[in-house]
């Protein structure tokens, strides 16, 4: 069993190192069988039946060639043995919408080290292959800092931090490779050019929009998926897994000695299921846009529900928009447990406790926009802003900040864009109030 294993195992490499083609697959493999060589012609075609043109994980591969009939009886005599592929496996784009990508090329795990200008031990601890992370203890050995964030209702969320050379690697993955990769149209979050206010504005006038949410959505995504895509993109295996694992995290176990609620015991078994187990962590540079691409097949699905509902549909990160006319309206019970079980084929959760259904005669709201007739702010949220505005210019920004943001003037410089996005005529009044504040010399800008 030991030998058949690993002939099967030599085999897969070669087999899986270019197109996956009925000729080329034999060619490759073909120099490296000593003995016969007659069922390897039975077996290719017995390969493309099962998986098509497209090339499988190497883990399915060699299950399928230990129970291959032909491999067994030819590795049974006595002069048989295949050699080990010494080539690296070629870049092979998927044919579709990975084609002519513009895609950084690199076809093994050494080339990925040149790329970040690793040595070889440098990028197993940096992809954490060995899981370590999940064992180190507090300190310089651990490529995360974490801390528990308190949401609404109670709830927990636990950001991961990566520090700062692995969050530079992350950057370089995320501007070289991940970032060409396409998206889905409907997807406005974390995009070029794309923001809440572009996720909102087809859904305004509206006779009914439908507001759902996504539960845990980056931890809820599976490291899988992203390796299968970047097989898709053409990486070999390997490069693909290495590619996701300079992304994933294991969540130390001591980590959840600081959980906020423990007490609650629905909630920590549920954190410790998402954050025990590989997965994309919020606070990583990569993780939303892996999310949006990790996202496609959810959003195509949803894209073609909504067309067939007379709907408009879009998503900024987990919050998910429908809106239509009268006839959505009517059928919006059916529809929202469409949208469930779609999600939940496709590997997420909604949280039914958020989804909203708004008509004309209520605010309609989204994002912290209001879309009845057209894209704006809250009154009272634009009253708020401008109310601490005021008093930063009476009392002084210190005052007013009292210690709660480390860069109060990013803060409300942001606050500003936000609401102007919606409302040119409101920027005016916020900046000016803005430019009033006496800020002290020693304030720095980070924006």
Known sequence: MKRLESDARRLAVALLAGRFEKEAMFLRAM??????????????????????????RRRELVILLMHSRSLANASETEDFRIQAYGQPAEFLPSPGPFENIGVLQLRSVGEIGEWLGLDENELSWFADRRQLERISPDGPLRHYRYYWKLKRHGKCRLIEAPKYRLRALQRKLLYEILNQIPVHEAAHGFRKARSAASHAAPHVGKAVVLKMDLEDFFPSIAPARLVRILMHVGY???????????????????????????????????????????????????????????????????????????????????????????????????????????????????NHHKTRVMKRSVRQEAVGLVLNEKLNTRRDEFDRLKAILHRCVLRGPSAVNDGRHTDFRSHLRGRIQYIAQSNASRLTKLTRLFEQIDWPTDELETD
Not at 35 to 56: C, H, Y
Request: proline share 6%.
């Open 236 to 350: 070999a295996e390997d490069v693909a897994e290495i590619l996701t694992s300079l992304s994933c995290n294991h969540v130390p176990s001591d980590v959840f000695a600081s959980f906020p609620h423990l007490d609650d015991w629905s909630q920590k078994r549920r954190a410790q299921q998402l954050y025990c187990r590989p997965h994309f962590p919020q606070g990583s540079p990569t993780s939303p846009t892996i999310a949006n691409v990790c996202a496609f097949r959810l959003d195509s699905r949803l894209a073609g529900l909504a067309r067939s509902a007379n709907a408009v549909y879009t998503r900024y990160a987990d919050d998910l928009l429908f809106s239509g006319d009268e006839k959505f309206a009517r059928s919006i019970d059916r529809f929202r447990t469409s949208v469930a079980v779609i999600a939940a084929e496709e590997g997420f959760t909604v």
């Open 31 to 56: 120099p490296l069988v000593f003995g016969s060589t007659t069922w390897l012609k039975r077996l290719v075609n017995q390969l493309l039946k099962r998986f098509g043109d497209q090339r499988p």
